[in-house]
């Protein structure tokens, strides 16, 4: 899987955001680098967001409640690389007059490795989108094609991508975290450590 981007001459604003883009991006998948199956679907909490087989044998990823929802639900490593890739990078690609590929945009892969290269597909299709702009049009506003975001230019869209792949991103290295050091284990034993011994039935 080759995820290098290249890099050429541009204008500095699209210089410098390109290049941030590729120090999130690089630093993202480093840290998804072995990735397995199991990391991809683990539920270190009950009722996880993730994703799930349907009768037709495609996965698709959970979607998000409706409203404001406190506590966030929490989510598996896979669903938040398909919230990178799908939800928001593809999702923006509208801005830029992609069509979508499919009417359901809940599909993702069920395995890390596909779903790891998934997102690089996303990740360098809305980095060329940003890279063909230019500096003058990353500066103007989207105009029509963006609906009620028209009057917000395309750097301010870029910049958002960014914040949302960079938190993420970090979400995603923490949660790798938690698995390799068991920490699922480590709960289930301190909780064995901590519980009260029983008590002995009444009159012995």
């Known amino acids: 899987m080759n995820l290098e981007q290249p890099m050429t001459s541009h ?7 390109l290049q941030t883009f590729e120090d999130v991006r690089s ?3 480093a840290r998804l680098d072995g990735l397995t199956d199991a990391e991809y679907l683990w539920e270190p909490v009950a009722f996880c967001m993730t994703l799930r087989p349907a009768a037709d044998g495609m996965f698709r990823a959970d979607p998000r409640p409706a409203g404001e929802v406190r506590p966030a639900p929490f989510t598996t490593i896979g669903w938040r690389i398909w919230h990178i890739g ?8 509208r801005f830029f007059g992609d069509d979508p590929q499919s009417d359901d945009r809940h599909l993702w892969p069920g395995t890390a490795s596909e779903g790891v290269q998934e997102l690089a597909n996303d990740w360098s299709r809305f980095r060329n989108h940003v890279e063909s702009l230019g500096d003058d049009r990353l500066l103007q506003p989207m105009g029509p094609i963006a609906g009620d975001y028209g009057h917000e230019s395309y750097l301010l869209l ?11 991103g970090a979400e995603l290295g923490v949660l790798r975290d938690l698995y390799l050091h ?6 289930r034993a301190n909780h064995d450590e ?5 008590r002995p039935p009444s009159g012995a």
């Not at 901590?194 to 029983?198: D, E, G, I, M, Y």
């Open 86 to 93: 799908a939800d928001c990078l593809r999702g923006y690609g």
């Open 158 to 168: 870029a910049l958002h991508a960014l914040d949302e792949a960079a938190h993420h």
């Open 11 to 17: 204008g500095p604003i699209t210089r410098d955001l």
């Open 194 to 198: 901590v519980s009260p011994a029983p």
């Open 182 to 187: 068991g920490i699922d284990m480590k709960q």
């Open 27 to 29: 630093r993202t998948f």
